[in-house]
């Protein structure tokens, strides 16, 4: 069965830093592309970064853009997204996804599986 289970979420004071990881199981980690979403009460799910494994781009929100980092560990099947100078507009709930088909960028829809999420709170 296919596995994303997400961790590292919390409470962290504007300026701080976080780093998620999104364990998986159950597929081939390197033939599929990534992402990262997020969705803030009362507002739709958006992507915040996504990562091909089989050719290694990577694009992200221009919101996050030199603040995130995607990154994959093929050693034990485990996508990180490192977050530094979180702000308060920040705080989602975050979730990882797969897609099996290239092109797929932040079209949530497009994915296949998802994760339960993991909560993200910015304090000011």
């Known amino acids: 069965d296919v596995r994303l289970v997400e961790s590292g979420g919390g409470l962290v004071q504007a300026g701080g830093s976080l780093r998620l990881s999104c364990k998986t199981s159950?597929?081939?980690?390197?033939?599929?592309?990534f992402g990262w979403f997020r969705q803030a009460p009362g507002k739709e799910r958006e992507g915040v970064s996504w990562?091909?494994?089989?050719?290694?781009?990577?694009a992200y929100r221009d919101s996050v853009k030199g603040r995130f980092t995607i990154s994959s560990d093929f050693t034990t099947n485990t996508v990180y997204l490192q977050m530094n100078n979180l702000q308060p507009e920040d705080t989602a709930v975050y979730y990882c996804?797969?897609?099996?088909?290239?092109?797929?960028?932040?079209?949530?829809?497009?994915?296949?599986?998802w994760g339960q999420g993991t909560q993200v709170t910015v304090s000011s």
């Open positions: 159950g597929f081939s980690f390197d033939d599929f592309i």
């Open positions: 996804a797969i897609a099996w088909s290239d092109g797929v960028a932040f079209r949530a829809s497009a994915y296949d599986y």
């Open positions: 990562l091909s494994n089989r050719d290694h781009s990577s």
